[in-house]
């Protein structure tokens, strides 16, 4: 009952908002320019430069867009435009605080002013919060008109245009192709934008630490000492183990998803019944759908121990969190990756290819072997590729399966970690981010994106190296 209330007060919020205001009056604009240019469409045929839709389009295009470009740049700026008049405001006070105190200071007025502080607060901010309530009230009549206004008179102005002769269909064609390409930009700037702020806060970290010893230093404790006679005033920095780890962890799951995600693609693809590979697909692929939280408690709660119990049982010492029990939990996981993207490519060879094998006297294991698995290797390599970067990446699993101990081992029995989980290590709680410690996740990032990268262009690169000899 309670949900139930929670989403009709959701759906008036929305209707009630400029937004849901603006949604409405495009859906009448869409009623009633589809019934003028219907009705024209009828009368002059085959003279009409663009079919109904197109119009009907093009006036509930310009009844939408202006507003919420106008909405967006609002709540973008209004929130400076009422902190710069709040310290205009209170400037006299704000003189005799320091930097911090300030920010403070307008921090509570905001907070208040929100409604997010309940506890007793300052003369002096009331009356400023209660100031900024004026500028917002101020500001929404100011939303409300702008939004109301500009859909109005740009929805008049197109549908006084809609006619035989406009050219709607291009107007429309070219409003979509903008937004694609600012979609587009959005999506290139965004990864720019993610690799500058990996390479910059790199680069303050390198000032601290070398490179040499990042790259090549053989242990790892970023943890600062306390005391003298501990590993270093700054800690030690050496990525080997945590690449190790990685790398161990990483090779063990390929194992597991390797071998079984690249058979159960070839039975499903030549060997299954369709009955049964309608039945058996998406049950495989249900793997791929459960949270890795659920995988990092199968392998803490459930793999972790049995692997230590048969370990103990053959007389070897098995750690409660082993880099095994992460691989293979790990590998389950990306089961279904290999199996899906290989099955695709191995159904993507031509028939032709198989009868040719068939028609020779060949069978159906050697057709596999000799013609559809060398015609499918670009694709299985870059699926593996792409499973083995899916597992580079992975977290959670480590965290709770394989420990924090950055061991620089090949024993998959130890405890080991990886570059992910030291990475959320380091970011977890209050942060300096003047520290070496902290600015060390940003090089631990740029290592991981410099190394999934590396692979994904290895993958692209066998794609296209071997493609057209099958073609």
Avoid at 200 to 224: A, D, N, Y
Wanted: hydrophobic residues 55%.
């Amino acid at each position: 009952m309670q949900l139930l209330t929670d989403f009709t007060s959701a759906i008036l919020g929305l209707i009630l908002s400029p937004l849901g205001v603006v949604l409405l009056l495009a859906i009448v604009a869409y009623l009633v320019s589809m019934r003028k240019a219907t009705g024209f469409y009828a009368e002059h045929g085959r003279e009409v430069h663009s079919l109904p839709f197109y119009n009907a389009a093009y006036v509930t295009l310009a009844v939408f867009i202006p507003p919420v470009l106008f909405l967006i740049a609002f709540s973008l700026i209004a929130p400076m435009i009422f902190e710069m008049l709040v310290k205009n405001a209170y400037q006299s006070h704000l003189l005799t605080l320091s930097d911090f105190q300030k920010s403070n200071f307008i921090n509570n007025v905001f907070a208040l002013s929100s409604g997010n502080i309940t506890s007793k607060s300052s003369a002096l901010i009331t009356e400023a919060s209660q100031y900024l309530a004026s500028l917002k009230e101020v500001g929404s009549y100011i939303k409300w008109g702008g939004t109301i206004a500009l859909a109005v008179i740009f929805g008049c102005l197109a549908y006084r245009s809609v006619g035989p002769r406009l050219r709607a269909r291009n107007r429309v064609e070219i409003i979509v192709k903008t937004f694609l390409i600012i979609c587009s930009i959005i999506a290139v700037l965004t990864t720019i934008g993610i690799v500058l702020s990996l390479v910059f806060e790199s680069l303050r970290f390198f000032q601290k630490v070398p490179l040499s010893e990042f790259l090549f230093g053989m242990h790892w404790s970023p943890q600062t000492s306390i005391r003298p006679g501990q590993v270093s005033a700054e800690g030690s920095f050496g990525a080997i183990p945590l690449i190790a780890g990685t790398l161990l962890i990483t090779f063990i799951a390929m194992l597991v998803a390797g071998p079984i995600g690249l058979m159960s693609a070839i039975y499903l693809s030549d060997y299954a019944s369709p009955k049964f590979r309608s039945t058996a697909k998406p049950v495989l692929e249900i793997l791929a759908g459960i949270p890795t939280v659920v995988y990092g408690f199968f392998a803490a709660l459930t793999i972790a121990p049995l692997i230590r119990g048969w370990g103990e049982s053959l007389g070897l010492s098995v750690a409660s969190e082993s880099a095994l029990a992460a691989g293979l939990v790990m590998g389950i996981m990306i089961i279904p990756l290999v199996s899906s993207l290989s099955d695709d490519v191995i159904n993507a060879v031509p028939q032709s290819m198989r009868d040719g094998s068939y028609g020779l006297g060949a069978t159906k294991s050697e057709t596999i072997k000799q013609v559809v698995l060398p015609a499918a290797l670009p694709g299985i390599v870059s699926a593996m590729l792409l499973a083995t970067s899916r597992a580079i990446g992975e977290t959670m699993i480590v965290v709770m399966a394989a420990g924090l101990a950055a061991n620089l081992t090949i024993n998959p029995l130890e405890a080991v970690t990886t570059v992910t989980v030291q990475i959320v290590t380091l970011l977890v709680g209050d942060q300096e981010f003047d520290s070496a410690k902290t600015l060390a996740a940003f090089a631990l990032g740029l290592l991981l994106f410099i190394i999934t990268l590396t692979l994904n262009v290895i993958a692209l690169r066998v794609v296209q190296k071997y493609r057209e000899q099958y073609d």
